[in-house]
């Protein structure tokens, strides 16, 4: 992504709708991550463990949350990522992105960054909740 991206606090991102997780998403994360807890795949197991569904790896939802604001800014862009998960996602759950500019403050080498607020739910359960810095332009020579 080239230019200048021009944001203003208070500035909503663009929200995105993902799902609903299936079964073969689940699955094919932990063939890419190596995570194959039951609990991710095992349905009697999982209503054992007090869930509906098998749920999804945390990881999962969070790099679903982190490729919507590299989409958003552009991943050469995405300068800080963090996120606490709140709640399970589980096998069958749509979740929605949400999220606004913060704030934009300028770094200490001078480059203009925008701080980030994003949310990921399913209906009105919030499951992660997160923040990113993003670079809008890039550091003036000095």
């Known amino acids: 992504m080239s230019g200048a991206l021009v944001v203003e606090a208070g500035q909503e991102l663009p929200a995105r709708v993902v799902g609903p997780l299936t079964q073969a998403d689940v699955l094919r994360f932990a063939g890419a991550c190596g995570d194959f807890n039951p609990l991710h795949y095992d349905t009697e197991l999982a209503r054992r463990a007090g869930f509906d569904a098998p749920i999804a790896m945390g990881q999962m939802t969070a790099g679903i949350v982190a ?34 500019v913060a704030d934009v403050v300028s770094g200490d080498d001078g480059r203009e960054i925008a701080r980030l607020a994003v949310v990921a ?22």
């Open 67 to 100: 490729a919507w604001i590299a989409d958003w800014c552009g991943v050469e862009r995405l300068a800080e990522f963090e996120v606490r998960f709140v709640a399970p996602v589980l096998v069958g759950d749509t979740i929605t992105l949400t999220g606004e």
């Open 121 to 142: 739910a399913k209906g009105e359960t919030v499951v992660v909740k997160g923040r990113a810095s993003a670079v809008l332009a890039p550091a003036m020579p000095g």
